[in-house]
């Protein structure tokens, strides 16, 4: 056999033959569900323009567009040595990052520290005592018997806050599965300060920032033709930099219209007043079963954290359905706890490359105890590809959302987080998904190119506190509210 060149994977399409009228009958009107067409992505996409630029008004809308009070892209040549902490949903990561003299180029020393999950609903006093222990823990792991200078600190909070400074963070809602009393409507800054106080650790708080503005600012910093930064992980976000002179609600500030600011849009809570987003049955229970119902409705249809939940709710419907046969004298009660399943169960059904599906029905023999038929692995594996086809056309509306409104023909986007890094196909359907809304000609590269972004949590809060320096040290201080912080390097 000569010349056939590689063989191409095996097609599944055929298989549907042998698949029961009525699971036939359930895959169909799942599709009819769960696929979002193209007109329907542009009608996301143009409601999306309208809630942004709503956003920035005195008046404001359901997407925060948070100003960060970042000031400028980094050139690349930004040095010095800083402490950045990231305080996500699952870890605590502590990190050293020197930057040296050659442009865009970075060194880090770091730690991962586990988020208890008693602390997310704890006290408040005891999550800032936890994170100054980390922090301590850290530097006296790294700098034994030194004696330190004031560090300077980019703190990573990737929660929404309102920043009339950068140095400052009011908390507006808890996300991730946190649920602490008395800090929503509070400045975090003071309460982790005093938890440092306690332990007298040499370190100054530079900026409090979020992940999303990290990650445009660490991706722009290597990459001169970064416009927006994106998380589609847990949860979903995006920051790009807009003029000052067209955020109508810092007016008051008299900024140069044309000075650059970062702006996080904070748009997982994009469409919560349901007007355009093809939500189906299970994402109304979702929404109905969630901690914050009526909020996030974006990200309740597009983040990690739902994603294996939508599964598992559609299987458990199809399960107590009398008109369909599925799991039959199966025990399925491992699979009716709530979230019991996660993205990375999805993302392993579509991963598996067998053409009998044997991965998919291991995984659901030793993570459900269901043993499974060949035609309810097809239904499954069709179901993966619906949820995680539909997430990842929506995660374009955002992007291309931003570009609309910026005027943005051609650009990189600096994108982190665990299901655009993990899931199968998230980047390539996404990419289709964006040359659809933005009517790109066929065959015509991608003019909006999303890749990989630099660690924004780390590296992004690092090169953000030695930006916030700077502009202190030239006599800059608008949105730094403590100027006696700022460490001059």
């Known amino acids: 056999m000569v010349g056939l060149g590689p063989r191409k994977p095996p097609s599944r399409k055929g298989s549907m033959a042998d698949i029961p009228k009525d699971l036939l009958a359930q895959i ?20 999306f323009v309208k809630e942004l630029e709503k956003g920035l008004s005195v008046e404001g809308g359901t997407i925060p567009m948070n100003p960060t009070w970042v000031m400028a892209y980094p050139t690349g040549y930004e040095t010095g040595t800083y402490l950045a902490l990231d ?40 999550l800032w005592e936890y994170i100054a222990d980390c922090l301590q823990q850290f530097i006296e792991y ?40 008395g800090v929503e409507g509070h400045d975090v800054v003071p309460m982790f300060e005093e938890a440092l106080a306690k332990r007298g650790l040499p370190i100054k708080l530079t900026a409090l920032i979020n992940d999303t503005t ?64 093809p939500r189906t049955p299970y994402d109304i229970i979702i929404d109905r079963d969630s901690p914050r119902p009526g909020q996030q409705a974006f990200e309740k249809m597009i983040a990690g954290l739902y994603l294996g939940e939508l599964m598992r709710l559609v299987l458990v419907e199809l399960h107590d359905n009398k008109n369909v046969s599925i799991f039959e004298g199966q025990d399925i009660s491992k699979l009716k706890k ?24 291991d995984l659901f023999n030793n993570k459900l105890g269901i043993t499974t038929t060949k035609p309810e692995l097809e239904l499954c594996r069709r179901l993966a590809e619906l949820i995680g ?101």
Not at 28 to 46: C, I, Q
Not at 153 to 178: C, M, N, V
């Open 214 to 277: 990290g990650t445009l600012i660490a991706s722009a910093y290597t990459d001169d033709a970064i416009k927006i930064g994106c998380i589609f992980g847990t949860g979903c976000n995006a920051a790009y930099m807009e003029d000052c002179g067209s955020v109508p609600k810092l007016a008051h500030y008299n900024l140069p219209p044309d000075m650059p600011i970062a702006i996080n849009c904070e748009y997982g809570a994009f469409d919560s007043e349901h007007v355009v987003l």
């Open 389 to 489: 086809t539909r997430a990842a056309r929506l995660s374009a509306c955002g992007v291309a959302a931003i570009c609309k409104k910026k005027n943005i023909e051609s650009c990189h986007v600096g994108a982190d987080g665990s299901v655009f890094n993990k899931y199968p196909h998230f980047k390539a359907r996404g990419a289709q998904a964006l040359r659809e809304i933005l009517d790109w000609p066929e065959g015509k590269r991608d003019l909006i190119d999303i890749r990989a972004a630099e660690d924004g949590s780390g590296v992004g809060a690092a090169v953000i506190a030695a930006l916030t320096n700077k502009r202190a040290k030239e006599g800059n201080l608008v949105g730094i509210k403590n100027k006696h912080n700022m460490v001059i390097q």
């Open 87 to 126: 305080m996500g949903g699952t870890n605590l990561r502590v990190c050293e990052i020197t930057l040296p003299e050659e442009k865009g180029e970075f060194d880090i020393t770091q730690s991962k520290y586990r988020m208890p999950e008693e602390l997310k609903s704890g006290k408040s006093e005891e």
């Open 338 to 361: 709530p979230y019991s399943l996660d993205s990375s169960f999805l993302s392993a059904i579509e991963e598996d490359p067998y053409e009998n599906l044997s991965e998919t029905h």
């Open 142 to 181: 790294h700098h034994e018997g030194e004696k330190l200078n004031n560090m300077p600190l980019g703190f990573t909070f990737s929660y929404p806050a309102t920043q009339e400074y950068i140095d400052h963070g009011i908390l507006q809602r808890w996300t991730k599965g946190f649920d602490i009393d």
């Open 28 to 47: 169909k009107e799942l599709e009819r569900l769960f696929t979002v067409d193209r007109a329907k992505l542009k009608e996301v996409t143009n409601h």
